[in-house]
Antibody, heavy 117, light 110 residues
Framework: QVHLVQSGAEVKKPGASVKISCKAS????????IHWVRQAPGQGLEWMGW????????KSSPKFQARITITRDTSASTAYMELSSLRSEDTGVYYC??????????WGPGTQVTVSS | QSALTQPASVSGSPGQSITISCTGS?????????VSWYQQFPDKTPQLLIY???KRPSGVSNRFSGSKSGKTASLTISGLQAADEADYFC??????????FGTGTKVTVL
C-alpha cells in the first residue's frame, strides 16, 4: 500500500526548533520529490519547500528560507523538515506530500505542531 | 510570492453548477499549465482533484472539471451534491521552481 507516515504531534516553546519525519512506503522513495505544506488553524494551505530524495537538493519558499532545513535518509525512505526559531504563528498542521508531475498526489496525515510558552 | 486569490465562499443548490476562480500572475498560472485543485474535508487531508489544469486523477468524478484563461484558473462542479461540501484549494507551479497555493474556497450546498 502506498502511503506517507509522519511523526507525531509536537509541543514546542517559542524559539525552539521542531523536526518532523515523513516515511514513504509502497513506492520507490528516490523517484518522487517530497513537498512540505503547512496549514495554520482555520487557514489555507501554505507551500514551504521541496526535496529531491535522489540527490538531496532542496528549495524552499522565501518566507521560510532562513528557518527551514529539509533533509532525507534514503536508506530509511524518510524525509525530514526542521523549522527553527519557532513562534506562535508557526502553530498548525504540517503535511508532507509526494509530487507526481506538478501536483501532489499523495499526502501524509499531517503533524500537529503547537508553539506555546 | 503571494497566495493565489480565490473567493472565500461559493454556494449552490443541489444539482446546480458552481465555479471557483483562482487568480494569480504571469509568474504562476499565466506562465504554466500546471494548475492543480485539491479538495479538503474538515479535519481531513487534502486530496488531489484536478492536475495540469484540466486532468482528473483516476477515481475523481467527471462532475469536477478545470480550465484556465490567462492568469485565472477555474474549477467547476456540476450536478452539485451535499457530499461536495468542503474546502477547495488551487495551486500552481511558479517561476523559480516554487509552488503557490490559493487562499481557499468553502463550498456550501444550500
Amino acid at each position: 500500500q502506498v502511503h506517507l507516515v509522519q511523526s507525531g504531534a509536537e509541543v514546542k516553546k517559542p524559539g525552539a526548533s521542531v523536526k518532523i519525519s515523513c516515511k514513504a512506503s509502497g513506492y520507490t522513495f528516490i523517484n518522487r520529490h517530497i513537498h512540505w505544506v503547512r496549514q495554520a488553524p482555520g487557514q489555507g494551505l501554505e507551500w514551504m519547500g521541496w526535496l529531491i530524495p535522489g540527490d538531496g537538493k532542496t528549495k524552499s519558499s522565501p518566507k521560510f528560507q532562513a528557518r527551514i532545513t529539509i533533509t532525507r535518509d534514503t536508506s530509511a525512505s524518510t524525509a525530514y523538515m526542521e523549522l527553527s526559531s519557532l513562534r506562535s504563528e508557526d502553530t498548525g498542521v504540517y503535511y508532507c506530500a509526494r509530487l507526481t508531475g506538478y501536483s501532489l498526489d499523495l499526502w501524509g496525515p499531517g503533524t500537529q505542531v503547537t508553539v506555546s510558552s | 510570492q503571494s497566495a493565489l486569490t480565490q473567493p472565500a465562499s461559493v454556494s449552490g443548490s443541489p444539482g446546480q453548477s458552481i465555479t471557483i476562480s483562482c487568480t494569480g500572475s504571469y509568474s504562476d498560472i499565466g506562465g504554466y499549465d500546471y494548475v492543480s485543485w485539491y479538495q479538503q474535508f474538515p479535519d481531513k487531508t487534502p486530496q488531489l482533484l484536478i492536475y495540469d489544469v484540466t486532468k482528473r486523477p483516476s477515481g475523481v468524478s467527471n462532475r469536477f472539471s478545470g480550465s484556465k484563461s490567462g492568469k485565472t484558473a477555474s474549477l467547476t462542479i456540476s450536478g452539485l451534491q451535499a457530499a461536495d461540501e468542503a474546502d477547495y484549494f488551487c495551486s500552481s507551479y511558479s517561476s523559480g521552481g516554487t509552488w503557490v497555493f490559493g487562499t481557499g474556497t468553502k463550498v456550501t450546498v444550500l
